[in-house]
């Protein structure tokens, strides 16, 4: 549009002129558009003083058995990795490992140069990705530098796409000790790391992370970090099987069999109706330890503690109750009391309370539990 608005605007001016601005404009959207190295020098070409030795800027080693080399692809310089253990990370002005900052679901190209006498695949390149600080996972590309020539460059070229949920990205080499020859070396030159293709707009559903259970003998308590994503919600299924959608991050499966594997799983569900894969994991609940006839036998709410201030809301689970259809009543200070949500003992003031439980499992079996308790 620039250029047809400016072509109106001078009508006399020569073709060559025109041609000229054609050239101009459209060198200037190349420019404008091209993605630049993310790496910071990765020409390897500034050096500084650390210690004894010299030791490339922006770059931190785990280890002390590498060098500066005047054998460079392009420049004056290279670095020259020894085949031992070591981690070469590239790093930004404070040291920070994760200062790239990256398009989830973007495709980015690893490049750089090398030569050498390194006889084993012991070179690896490794991403890391990040939510800000915390570490969301690694790409480990090994790289089979079995080829390597003592006298000949030889580029490699290695693709990464960026996982849903990070925002950020830190790069490494990482050697290995090759202990047929130690002096065997890699010369790296030229490290370039960039975008190359933009995520698209059909991306998936980020799964929920990090979900955490716990088991008792007919209970089961999940939760999972929240995923970022306006108007969100979850499925939480039981052995594949749906049994609930929510809007908060934890949930409570109930009356469940003790001693028993279940698989359990949670999946986001978007407000356009886009869902996730369904992340899973695998649970055993609690064993029962005594027989149902066992005249021992007194089912207990397991959140109520035996010392101690309680807290103002209770969780009205048991242990030890083999009959889940069996009679609940409660009182609460001399009244009738009906739990919220059908499991939750709620206090509405601090103090001293008597709570009192009469059970009656199907066979006759009967107990009348009493609590006194202090909450806080």
């Given amino acids: 549009m620039i250029i047809f608005t400016y072509y109106k605007k001078e009508k006399s001016m020569g073709l060559h002129k025109i041609l000229f601005l054609i050239s101009f404009f459209c060198t200037l959207n190349v420019t404008v558009n091209a993605q630049s190295n993310l790496i910071l020098n990765g020409g ?82 490794v991403v890391t990705w990040y939510k800000g600080n915390t570490t969301h996972e690694s790409t480990k590309k090994k790289d089979m530098v079995t080829d390597a020539s003592p006298t000949e460059w030889k580029q490699k070229t290695i693709d990464f796409v960026a996982p849903q949920g990070v925002d950020k990205a830190g790069f490494s080499f990482k050697m290995k000790e090759e202990t047929s020859d130690a002096n065997n070396y890699l010369l790296i030159d030229d490290v370039d790391f960039r975008k190359i293709k933009s995520g698209t707009t059909s991306e998936e559903v980020p799964m929920p992370n990090e979900i955490k259970a716990s088991a008792e003998q007919r209970e089961v308590f999940i939760s999972w970090h929240p995923i970022q994503i306006d108007g969100v919600k979850y499925n939480i299924l039981l052995n594949d099987k749906i049994v609930a959608t929510i809007n908060s991050t934890n949930y409570i499966l109930q009356k469940l069999q003790p001693n028993t594997t279940y698989t359990i799983g949670v999946q986001t569900i978007k407000s356009d109706g886009k869902k996730s894969k369904i992340a899973k994991k695998n649970i055993l609940t609690e064993p029962i330890m005594v027989k149902r006839d066992d005249e021992n036998r007194i089912p207990y709410v397991y959140k109520i503690k035996g010392f101690g201030d309680t807290p103002r809301t209770i969780e009205l689970f048991f242990n030890d109750l083999y009959d889940t259809n069996a009679k609940i009543a409660y009182t609460l200070d001399g009244n009738p009391y009906i739990p919220i949500d059908g499991y939750k003992l709620v206090f509405n003031k601090s103090g001293k309370h008597l709570f009192v439980i009469n059970i009656t499992e199907s066979d006759g079996k009967d107990w009348t539990l009493e609590y006194n308790l202090n909450v806080k």
């Fill in 44 to 125: 390897l070409e500034e050096w500084r003083t650390g210690g004894l030795s010299e030791k490339p800027k922006y770059w931190y080693s785990s280890g002390y058995n590498f060098g500066k080399s005047n054998q460079a692809h392009s420049g004056k310089f290279s670095i020259q990795l020894f085949a031992t253990e070591q981690t070469l990370t590239s790093i930004d002005q404070s040291y920070n490992y994760n200062y790239i900052s990256v398009e989830p679901g973007a495709t980015y190209r690893l490049k750089y140069w090398y030569k050498g006498t390194l006889k084993k695949a012991n070179c690896f390149s």
